[in-house]
């Protein structure tokens, strides 16, 4: 099997990226590891800056989502049993999107098939091979090992992923943080609460009140990263959530809990993003912990930037955009990287913190309320950067 462009993973990153690539002509295969039904109804998270929403719309795929998304214009910081509201409209004339993950992996697949184009389910990536020149992937499928070879390989298969681990390590620079808590998430049968996400800073730990839909609540609390979910039964988990968001005229909303997870919190970058003709994407190259809604919209960036590169060196023949992949990339990585570290060390309790730093912290979040020019510097991170490729 032959392509210009090989795509291992068939999550938002590897989709879209066919999709785009698609639209200026150029050939792909996406490998895939896992069913079509777990792609499609995985649960992940779903705010959409306006430049990712903005793309999708561009790419043809905002029909369902201009009927299903919920558009926001602000979020809500909650501390000391108050509200402090960033207003998105007023500071920055943007606005955020909600819409889940797995309904734009479902749009992606759709209009993939829908144009012919070739997604490979259950066709494990083994390794990519010879990708200084003529490429390739082996692959195995329904029981035997196959090859793609192409001009390009794309790794959007993940952290676990095969495609980062095929670059020589001396080569690479990883730089990570692991934090002391995770969230313990819930999807809820029950409307918001709110109209719009509450962040909740409390004695207790940190809390969230997110949506889906206007019947589906995602809910989060703060926990050990290994924390025991047989010791948290529903009850407990509103109550907790009931204590961390409890303010004046509020009430929390509660339901039929649907799914329960714990998911740990990481920072990872590895640099360079690329190495010969392959190159790394979303979850691949970089996690982001999620207190800044950043993941989706930062792999979205990259997709953005390497098949604007792809379209120019296949079309034109030119290669600086695809030599400058990996530096144009990193440049918006670790500005979202600088936010999400900031929104999570802001919002979260620290069980090493010394009263010094628990005051800090306080004052932090109370400059931040008092602060039109902190509240607007939230609000551009939040929304979003501009994409590398307006600025070409």
Not at 62 to 85: E, K, N, P, Q, V
Not at 226 to 231: F, H, I, Q, R, T
């Amino acid at each position: 099997m032959h392509t210009q462009v090989g795509i291992v993973g068939a999550g938002p990153a590897g989709l879209l990226l066919s999709h785009l690539l698609h639209l200026s002509g150029i050939d792909s295969v996406v490998l895939e590891a896992r069913t079509r039904e777990h792609v499609e109804h995985r649960i992940r998270a779903g705010v959409l800056e306006q430049t990712t929403e903005q793309l999708l719309i561009d790419a043809g795929l905002g029909t369902r989502m201009a009927r299903d998304a919920i558009r926001h214009h602000g979020i809500r910081l909650r501390f000391d049993a108050r509200d402090h509201r960033i207003d998105f409209a007023a500071l920055t004339g943007r606005h955020v999107t909600v819409y889940s993950q797995h309904k734009i992996v479902q749009d992606l697949v759709a209009a993939r098939l829908a144009a012919g184009g070739r997604v490979l389910f259950e066709a494990e990536a083994i390794a990519p091979l010879d990708f200084d020149a003529a490429s390739r992937i082996a692959f195995r499928q329904a029981g035997r090992m196959r090859e793609l070879t192409c001009d390009v390989i794309a790794g959007c298969d993940g952290f676990h992923g095969v495609c980062r681990k095929a670059i020589p390590a001396a080569r690479l620079r990883v730089f990570e943080r692991e934090y002391p808590f995770g969230w313990l998430g819930i999807l809820a049968e029950t409307a918001p609460s709110c109209e719009e996400l509450i962040y909740a800073s409390h004695a207790h730990g940190f809390a969230l009140l997110s949506m889906r839909s206007p019947k589906v609540s995602r809910l989060y609390l703060q926990c050990a990263p290994d924390e025991d979910l047989a010791a948290w039964p529903n009850a407990r988990i509103w109550d907790e959530l009931d204590t961390r968001t409890e303010c004046a005229g509020f009430t929390l909303n509660r339901g039929k809990v649907l799914q329960k997870g714990v998911t740990p919190m990481r920072s990872f970058v590895v640099e360079p993003m690329q190495w010969g003709k392959l190159f790394l994407l979303g979850d691949a190259a970089h996690i982001v912990p999620p207190t800044g809604a950043k993941g989706l919209n930062l792999a979205a960036a990259d997709v953005a930037v390497l098949a604007r590169g792809l379209a120019a060196w296949f079309k034109q023949g030119r290669a600086d955009l695809l030599d400058a992949y990996s530096a144009t990339c990193l440049a918006r990585v670790w500005k979202v990287q600088r936010f999400s570290w900031w929104m999570t060390s802001m919002l979260h309790r620290f069980a090493t913190h010394t009263p010094f730093e628990q005051r800090v912290q306080a004052a932090e979040l109370a400059y931040l309320a008092g602060s039109e020019a902190a509240s607007r510097s939230l609000a551009e991170n939040y929304v979003g950067l501009p994409l590398a490729t307006e600025l070409l």
